[in-house]
Each structure stands twice: as structure tokens, then as C-alpha cells.
């Protein structure tokens, strides 16, 4: 079944403790993207990546790190997590960006006291 | 702030009656997309509108583009229960660096009581 596989679904973390959210497709994407989802705000990318060890920031890419060292994984690292931080994420995949269409993980809400 | 504006944030309707949600932008989109969102999963893409003034349909759902790509519209005829959700126009801008940002409206929830 093609998919985007985001771990864990729910995280509970302190402050400044680092934590990583995985991303998986399996569809042999080469466009992969992180976007953090608040009320009222919508949908707001934080990283993306064109291809394998090809990435850019999004609109809020403070405090977040990512990496692309295989095609299908697109992990998102938060060094020093802090409250505002706490909001939902989702991962998405699409074949080549742009207005191909966007697969969605099932998003991991995370808090941070 | 905001690159594409939807509105209404918020719509209630009861069943059997139409309603039409509205994405607008200042900037011009080269492709405009709407998806749906239910709660607890990611984004589900309905359609992808890519021509200036194409309209397409899919079942009780008719999506517009507007002529000069800055805007575009859904509109739900008889409307039922299962419409409901959050729906969000999203689209990557016309610049020359930003063919993998894909912005995305705040989005506008339905709401369709039976």
C-alpha cells in the first residue's frame, strides 16, 4: 500500500531535550516536505527536499534540522525543543513538487513543556 | 502572514443546501490545489486546477480557477454529512524559487448536520 509512515504519532517531551520525528514513503518520491499545523494558521512548511541530500527551508524553518540521506526517509530534528514548538506535524511526499499531488503521513502531535 | 486566504473560516449547514468556499491570493498561482482534512489524519487531495478559468467537477463538487490565477473557489451542491472536514486550497507560487514551496491556506471547516 503506497504511504508516508510518520513516528511516533504522539510525543510528549521537555524542554531543550532533542527528539526526532521519522518519515518514511514508499513511493519513490523524490519531493519530500515537513509542515507544522496550528489553529488558525494552517498548514506551514518548515523544510522540504527536491531530492536525496537536496534540501531547502520553508516559511518557519527556526529550530528545525532535517536531513535526506536516502531517498524514502526524511527525518525532522528539533536540537532544543521549546514550547512553541508543540503544534501538529505532518511529513508529505509528492512525486516532483510543485502541483503534483501531496501524500500525507498521519501527523505526530507534539508537546513540549 | 497569509499567501492564500480562504474563506469563510468557518461554515455550519445543514444537509440538502449548497455553500461555496472561497481561496484568494495577491499573488499569481501556477497550479492551484484543494485538499480535505479529517480529524486526526493528513490532507487528502480532491483536485488540482491548472488552467486560468477551468472549472472541474467532481460529483456534488465544482472547482474554480480564476482567470488571472490568483483565486479559486469550491462549491458543494446539496451538501451531506459526509462533506465534512477541513478544506484547504494550497499551491507553490509563481517565483523563480519557489517551485517547492507549496503554501497553504489557513483552511475552512464544514460542518454539515443532518
Known amino acids: 500500500e503506497a504511504q508516508v509512515t510518520q513516528n511516533p504519532r504522539y510525543l510528549i517531551t521537555v524542554t531543550g531535550k532533542k527528539l526526532t520525528v521519522t518519515c518514511s514513503q514508499n513511493m519513490n518520491h523524490e519531493y519530500m516536505s515537513w509542515y507544522r499545523q496550528d489553529p488558525g494558521l494552517g498548514l506551514r512548511q518548515i523544510y522540504y527536499?527536491?531530492?536525496?541530500?537536496?534540501?531547502d527551508k520553508g516559511d518557519v524553518p527556526e529550530g528545525y534540522k532535517v536531513s535526506r540521506k536516502e531517498k524514502r526517509n526524511f527525518p525532522l530534528i528539533l536540537e532544543s525543543p521549546s514550547p512553541n514548538q508543540t503544534s501538529l506535524y505532518f511529513c508529505?511526499?509528492?512525486?516532483?513538487?510543485?502541483?503534483?499531488?501531496?501524500?500525507f503521513g498521519q501527523g505526530t502531535r507534539l508537546t513540549v513543556v | 502572514t497569509q499567501l492564500l486566504e480562504q474563506s469563510p473560516q468557518f461554515l455550519s449547514i445543514q444537509e440538502g443546501e449548497n455553500l461555496t468556499v472561497y481561496c484568494n491570493s495577491s499573488?499569481?498561482?501556477?497550479?492551484l490545489q484543494w485538499y480535505r482534512q479529517e480529524p486526526g489524519e493528513g490532507p487528502v487531495l480532491l483536485v488540482t486546477v491548472v488552467t486560468g478559468g477551468e472549472v472541474k467537477k467532481l460529483k456534488r463538487l465544482t472547482f474554480q480557477f480564476g482567470d488571472a490565477r490568483k483565486d479559486s473557489s469550491l462549491h458543494i451542491t446539496a451538501a451531506q454529512p459526509g462533506d465534512t472536514g477541513l478544506y484547504l486550497c494550497a499551491g507553490p507560487p509563481m517565483t523563480t524559487d519557489s517551485w517547492g514551496k507549496l503554501q497553504f491556506g489557513a483552511g475552512t471547516q464544514v460542518v454539515v448536520t443532518p
Open positions: 508529505a511526499s509528492s512525486f516532483r513538487g510543485g502541483n503534483t499531488e501531496a501524500f
Open positions: 499573488s499569481v498561482f501556477s497550479s
Open positions: 527536499s527536491m531530492n536525496v541530500e537536496v534540501t
